[in-house]
């Protein structure tokens, strides 16, 4: 059974950095584009990031381009999210998903199949 699973999420200061995982199990990354979402309360599910399956081509949101960077280890079958330059509008819980694609990817929530349960990211002083 496809699963993913999240980890790295915590409390950190404004202007600090964390290291967010998205673990595969049941799959290898090989084939699936993954991306990354968050989801403040009382808000809608936005795109953060993804990357292709060949790791060739990423996508970043606005709010968070320049100071994101989406990698992935197939090896590993994790997918990475760095992140930099914390500051309290990035509170939420942050979640993982994947979808079987090649070529370049998508931001777009509907367009993944696969979902992790998420962690949370707390930047808060």
């Known amino acids: 059974q496809l699963q993913l699973v999240e980890s790295g999420g915590g409390l950190v200061q404004p202007g600090g950095s964390l290291r967010l995982s998205c673990a595969a199990s049941g799959f290898t990354l090989d084939y699936y584009a993954i991306g990354w979402f968050r989801q403040a309360p009382g808000k809608e599910r936005e795109g953060v990031s993804c990357i292709s399956s060949s790791g060739v081509n990423t996508n970043y949101g606005y709010s968070v381009e320049g100071r994101f960077t989406i990698s992935r280890d197939n090896a590993k079958i994790t997918v990475y999210l760095q992140m930099n330059n914390l500051t309290p509008e990035d509170t939420a819980v942050y979640f993982c998903?994947?979808?079987?694609?090649?070529?370049?990817?998508?931001?777009?929530?509907?367009?993944?199949?696969?979902w992790g349960q998420g962690t949370q990211v707390t930047v808060s002083s």
């Open positions: 998903a994947a979808v079987s694609s090649w070529g370049t990817c998508s931001i777009a929530k509907d367009d993944y199949a696969y």
